[in-house]
Every structure is written in structure tokens, then in C-alpha cells.
């Protein structure tokens, strides 16, 4: 068990090392010139400099230095928890991280738990329903579940909930009302996910023989159902949840920016926007973060989930 | 399903046996799939989107770009069927020459996608090894990297616009492909068919085209086409924030994005575009599980 957790460990960070590489070699390699979009930037053109203040720039940014001498300085700064500056904002990125990251962790928080509950209520609805015609448009409805664009999604909800009843705010990241409406928008997709998987779950649950002795020993449907079925079917989804760290953070940048919250998911949109490298770094490195941890807890979650599952071998040599 | 042709396959063996053309088997795999609405409808929807971005001028009468200020905002009706935007320009007609941006962002993405993924899935799959567990580990790198943050990394790296942004996109649906072809690979490379192929003196190149890619085909073209979807919606999002095309060209997603500042006023200016996406991507989704499920 131990060799097992130090060999997943060492595999998470070697992943998360090769996320950041790749995402610096995308960020300071592919462009053309770097310097010109760093010093745009950071409010300056590029064709207003002399040769000097050009190169004086150049050695600013740290971009006179070789390519690996770069990567290696950068490396080694982040490891010690110096992300850089951000260049159209002029403060470190670490704090404008530790201000916003709060913001996304609750409402991603609050929009997994949604997701799950969501997810699963649905499909447990779909398996213990009888009635044929609903069955089947309950089991369409995770297709259309990730058919919606998330945006298009927050904005019906906020022309539903907001301009047309008046429950919640539109806009704004002050006080839990407000997270409400982001949170249900950002759930939907993941949702959609967990509740097809465990539709598909259940139908192939119901045909196993553990389920016929649960019959056999007189418990009624309701009770096999909970007791038996749900969790030997539920099992893939604790995965799942893993994988779909990645479209939450994701559909975080679209949620925050409509719903103006101050999250990291918009600060990245207005990087992305002002093209400040730095800061869109490292948020893709914290977000890529965020993704090993998360799948690293769940894959040392199962052996206690499903007895099953022991990353020990259990046969000894003959 | 099977009862429905099975009289059919019976009266074809009693006549005498003729090798069916590729049209012919295509056309009796699909005629009891269209006698489903849901199928036909959504395959309706798919192909309208199509024309839309072939021959946007085709299906409407109005300019795109025209606009008229005295009709802004006008609410849906008979002559403006999707209603009119801020500057009275028709939101259908928008709608629709949008899809040829929108559809062909999306047919590039994918692409680049099928071309990038078939190609380092085969490769993993079929030199095995060493190539194998190095295409692997990139692969699992790429899955950490949630594919919007990737995206907007390398848009930030090459630039706003419709191309950027399919390539971006593109490049974030690489791994999904590249492991599904590498697992079907895997798995044909094993068949007696192949063994026969290859003591037959055919190369390894000849294999790999004839035998090999055409079997492992079908999971990857199901993928395909929910990427697809998927492309239409992450390419919608990325120009929803603001890194599509350029006004006053306008994507899907930047028609939902402008129409959000009248909310309140004309909330059809971003809903029923929304609605029109949701619709195609649907369709595209309810078609790939067809095909999966009959595949089986």
C-alpha cells in the first residue's frame, strides 16, 4: 500500500510538472514575439521604443535569456511560490490568486454537491420510475443536459430567477443568494454526466443475480433499490467527479464572467483578454493542480468505497 | 429492430445472392433508423445547420448587416422570425450566416482534432513500447489541463478570431481521440485478420490502412461526431468571452453575448440563438448515441 501511494504521488507530480511545461511552451513559444504582447500588455507599444529601451525591456521580462535558462528561473520561482507579476495589473499573481480563489472554491463547492445531488436524484428517479413514456423522456434528459452551452444557460436563468421572479440577484458576488443561480448554472453539466452514467448504471445493476436474492429474501422494490442496487451503481460516478474538476473549472471562467463574480475564472478571462501570460500561467497551472489533487483523493478513496479494490496483491507467489 | 428486418434479409438470401454496392448497404442501415421521428428530426436540424453554413443566403432574404433603426428590438414575428437586434438587423438571418462560421470553427476543430488524435493514437497503438508509454504520458498531461484553460492559453499565445479559437479548441479535444483510436487499435491489432493480412507478405503500412483503420473506425467516428458538438459549444464560449470573430461578423457565441446587455428589454436577442445551438448540438448528440447503440 505504501510503494502504491508514494508511486501515485510521484505520477500526480511528474503530471502536473508536464502541465506546466507544456503550458509554458504554449504561452512563451508559440507567439511570435513575446516581448511585443508583454509590453502591450503592460500599457506600452512596442514600435514607440528604441533599440535600448527594447532591449532594457527584454531584459525586464527576463526574455534575453535562453529559452531553458527561462523555463528553469521560472520553475524554480513557482516551486517556491513566486508566480511572477502580472503585467497589466502590476501585482504579484500569487496575491491576486489568494484574493480571488475563495470565490471559485465556493462556488465550486457548492456547484459539485448540486451536481451530485442533482445527477444521482435523477437517475434514481429514472430507475424507480414505472411509468414507460416519462422512464424514457427522464433518461433523454442528461443529452440535453450537456447539449446547453453553460452561458446560455446562466442567462436564462437570470432572465427566469432574477428579472422575471425576483428570487436572486443577477449579478454580484456578495452574501450565499448570490451564489445560488451560478452554482445551479455550473452544476448542470456535471449533473447531466453523473446521471446518464448511473441511468446506464442501474440498467446493467438490475440484471445481477445479487439483486434476484434481494428479491428472494422479501424486500420490496424501494428497498432493494437503496439498499442493493444504488450502491454497486454508484461507484463509477466517484471517478467521474474527479475527471469533471476540469469542466467545472472550466465552465467557471464562462459562469464568473456572467455573473460578474469576482472569481479566478474571470480573472483568467481578463488575462486572456489583456494577454498577461504570467497570469494566465498560473492559473492554468493551479487549475491543472487542482485536477491531479482531486484524482489522486479519489483514487485513494476507493480500496475503503469498493473492499474489491486493493492496490496491494493480494496472491503471493507460488 | 431486429424482428423489423429480419423478413426482408430472408427474402434477399432466397434470391440469388448479389454483393450489395456501399450505397445500397448504406441506404438499408439508415432507412429503419429514419423511420424514428426523433432520429429524422434531429438529423433535419443537423442538416439545416449544414446548409446554413454552406449556403447561408439560400434560406433567407435578408442582409445581415443591414441594419434599419427604426425596427430595433423588434419581439419574434412573422417577417422576423427570431425578432430583430439592437440595430434592427434580423436575428435569423444573423443566426444563420453565424452558423458558417460557427459550423465550419467546429469542422476544423474536430479536424484537427481527428487528424492530431488518429495519428498519435495509431502510432501509440501499433509501435507500442517505449513510443507507446511516452504518447501516453503527454496524453495524460493534456486530460490534467482542463480543455477551456487550454484553450485560452493557446489563444492568448496565437491571437483572437474565428481560426485561433478552432485551433484551440481543436487541440483540447487531441487526447480524447487519441485515446479512444489507441484502444480500438490495440484492440484490432490482436484479430486473427490481422495475423492473416500480415503472413499474406501485405506491410505493415498496407495493414494499418486496409485492415486495421477501417475496423477500428466506428468508436472514433461516434466520438467524432459528439465532438462536434462539443466543438460547437467550447468555439461558442470562447467567443462568448470575447476572443470570436471580429463585429460585425458574428459567431453563435457572440450573438448570445451581445444579447445579454438587453436582458431585460428583449431577452430573445441572446435566448433564441442560445435555443438554436442547444437544437444543433442536441441533434448531434442524439444522432452519435443512435449510431452507438446500433453499432452495438
Known sequence: MNRYLIGRIGQALLVLWGAYTVTYFILYLLPGDTLAIMLSASGMEADGLSPEDLAKARAYYGLDKGIFEQYFD??????????????????????????????????????????????????????????????????????????????????????????????????????????????????????????????????????????????AKGLSRAQVQARHALRNAALPILTLVGLQVGNTVSGAVLVETIFSRNGVGRLAQEAVLR???????????????????????????????????????????? | MTTATRPHTTQAAASAWKRRSRLQRFSQALSPLLRRPGFSLALLVVLFALAAALVPHGLTSFDPYATSPAEKLRAPDALHWFGTDELGRDLYTRVVYGASLSVQAALLAVGIALAGGLGLGVLAGFAGGRTD??????????????????????????????????????????????????????????????????????????????????????????????????????????????????PPAAEWGTLIANGRHFLITAPWVSLLPGLFVVAVVFSLNHLARTFEENAR
Open chain 1, 275 to 318: 494577454q498577461d501570460i504570467p497570469v494566465v500561467l498560473a492559473i492554468v497551472a493551479v487549475s491543472a493542480a487542482a485536477f491531479v489533487l482531486v484524482n489522486l483523493i479519489v483514487d485513494l478513496l476507493y480500496p475503503y468505497l469498493d473492499p474489491r479494490i486493493t492496490h496491494a496483491a493480494k496472491v503471493t507467489r507460488a
Open chain 2, 133 to 246: 508509454a511516452a504518447i501516453m504520458r503527454l496524453i495524460d498531461v493534456l486530460l490534467a489541463l482542463p480543455g477551456l484553460l487550454l484553450a485560452l492559453a493557446i489563444v492568448t499565445a496565437i491571437g483572437f478570431g474565428t481560426v485561433p479559437v478552432a485551433i484551440a479548441v481543436g487541440v483540447g479535444i487531441i487526447p480524447g481521440f487519441a485515446r479512444t483510436t489507441r484502444a480500438e487499435v490495440l484492440r484490432v491489432k490482436t484479430l486473427p485478420y490481422v495475423e492473416a493480412a500480415r503472413l499474406g507478405g501485405a506491410s505493415w503500412a498496407r495493414t494499418l490502412l486496409r485492415h486495421v483503420l477501417p475496423n477500428a473506425w466506428g468508436p472514433v467516428a461516434v466520438l467524432a461526431t459528439l465532438d462536434f458538438g462539443a466543438a460547437i459549444l467550447a468555439t461558442a464560449g470562447l467567443s462568448f468571452l470575447g476572443f470570436g470573430a471580429a
Open chain 1, 74 to 215: 521560472l520553475l524554480w520561482r513557482a516551486l517556491h511560490g513566486d508566480l511572477g507579476q502580472s503585467l497589466s495589473l502590476n501585482r504579484p499573481v500569487t496575491a491576486l490568486l489568494a484574493e480571488r480563489l475563495p470565490q471559485t472554491l465556493s462556488l465550486a463547492g457548492l456547484a459539485i454537491v448540486l451536481s451530485l445531488l442533482g445527477g444521482i436524484g435523477l437517475a434514481y428517479l429514472t430507475a424507480y420510475l414505472q411509468w414507460r413514456p416519462l422512464k424514457v423522456a427522464l433518461a433523454r434528459l442528461p443529452s440535453l443536459g450537456f447539449s446547453v452551452p453553460v452561458f446560455w444557460m446562466g442567462l436564462l436563468l437570470i432572465q427566469v430567477f432574477a428579472f422575471g421572479l425576483g428570487w436572486f440577484p443577477a449579478t454580484g458576488s456578495q452574501g450565499l443568494a448570490s451564489l445560488v443561480l451560478p452554482a445551479v448554472t455550473l452544476a448542470i453539466p456535471s449533473a447531466a454526466v453523473y446521471a446518464q452514467v448511473l441511468q446506464r448504471g442501474f440498467q446493467g445493476v438490475w440484471q445481477e443475480p445479487y439483486i434476484a436474492t434481494a428479491y
